[in-house]
């Protein structure tokens, strides 16, 4: 992405235990979350300079990531302004099966918060005429 003029970021999500949604309205009253941890800070911060956000999960059981889904639910309900016109994807990371459904329940969380832009396909060259900033959020960092 660099290589093409794209400033990125990865953030990860790590181990931790990440807080659910509880739907208590305190995002809209008060702007954001009740459960104010440092990961849901870093990726709301984040999110509003960016340009795109692609969000990556490996596929357990047939669907994504439930620390990433987790998460997303507290982004997307409390940080809807923050999305309007973002570039979004989706990677899926599977063995045997149930990308499609982790692709799908990812990419949902922006379909049903926002109007999406549609990229049928699309590469990292692709993306400069969208975006001059992206952020990468992924499920947690594999070492090799």
């Keep these: 992405m ?5 400033e990125s970021e990865i953030v990860w999500i790590g181990v931790k235990a990440v807080q659910g949604c509880i739907t208590c309205y305190q995002c809209v009253s008060k702007g954001q979350c009740a459960f104010n941890d440092a990961l849901y800070q870093t990726v ?15 596929t357990y059981y047939g669907g994504p990531n439930g620390s990433l889904c987790t ?11 923050d999305l309007v016109n973002k570039v979004w994807s989706s990677v899926a990371v599977c063995r045997r099966g149930g990308a499609s459904t982790t692709f799908h329940r990812d990419f949902e969380f922006l379909s049903v918060s926002t109007t999406p832009q549609q990229i049928e ?7 400069e005429s969208f975006t ?8 947690n ?3 090799s």
């Design 121 to 127: 396909e699309c590469s990292v060259k692709d993306l």
């Design 44 to 58: 709301r911060e984040r999110l509003k300079e960016s340009d795109a956000l692609i969000v990556g999960s490996p």
């Design 141 to 143: 960092q594999i070492s």
């Design 2 to 6: 660099e290589k093409h003029g794209i």
């Design 71 to 81: 998460l997303l639910d507290r982004l997307f309900f409390s940080c809807k302004q």
């Design 132 to 139: 001059d900033r992206c952020i990468f959020i992924f499920n």
